[in-house]
């Protein structure tokens, strides 16, 4: 098994931008989901309620800073780019604590399960993409410990899918048969919600190493 693919996505809900190596710490990815796009009430907006937010891109600049769309993420015009998308009263804010990532701060996906599933990987978001698995068998893997590159993950769970799936990343356009599989066929998860326990340098075409039953 290898790492295929590396993920990060600096601002929440934005696209992403793929790397050829990064540091993993205990917070993931460093520069990942540093920014959110926060409503009028508090609370945040994803694309799962304004999916227009997938058209725009964030990235790091040079400096370590959130970009959208190539603009300093306080710039105006950035802000006025994230509100065509999702309303006039929202704002971006960033974050750095833990409780910006969903659940966990590391998602991998393999080969294997986007096979079984036949859609675009993107839909599903990971930060790490492993090549080289048979089938469904990272179903097997919560509990486990991977080494991937120089770094060490807890697989927590199989994570739960929603709506986010059911949007073409390139033109938003919705097809809600997705999540009805991933509901019907694979129980309503797809990929892997993990934890790091040993941070460390990875790169693509870095082995992947599912550690033996009781490795610690």
Excluded at 13 to 36: F, H, N, Y
Excluded at 89 to 113: A, I, M
Aim: net charge negative.
């Amino acid at each position: 098994m290898r790492v295929a693919e590396l993920w990060r996505y600096p601002v929440k809900s934005l696209k992403g931008e793929q790397l050829d190596g990064t540091e993993v710490g205990p917070l993931g990815i460093p520069g990942d989901r540093l920014v959110l796009v926060r409503g009028a009430n508090g609370h945040v907006i994803t694309s799962r309620t304004k999916p227009k937010l997938l058209a725009l891109r964030g990235t790091l600049g040079p400096e370590g800073a959130p970009l959208v769309e190539g603009r300093l993420w306080h710039d105006p015009a950035a802000l006025a780019a994230v509100r065509h998308a999702a309303g006039s009263d929202v704002e971006l804010v960033r974050h750095d604590g833990p409780e910006r990532f969903d659940v966990l701060p590391l998602t991998v996906l393999t080969d294997g399960s986007i096979g079984a599933l036949g859609v675009d990987r993107r839909r599903l978001r990971p930060n790490i993409l492993v090549s080289g698995v048979e089938g469904l068998e990272e179903r097997e893997w919560p509990g486990r410990l991977l080494r991937i590159g120089g770094a060490v993950i807890h697989v927590a769970r199989l994570r739960p899918r929603c709506v986010m799936t059911t949007f073409d990343p390139d033109t938003q356009d919705q097809d809600p048969s997705v999540l009805k599989r991933i509901v019907h066929e694979f129980d309503g998860a797809m990929a892997l919600d993990c934890a790091v326990v040993e941070g460390g340098r990875v790169h693509l075409g870095d082995p992947v190493e599912l550690l033996p039953e009781g490795a610690s």
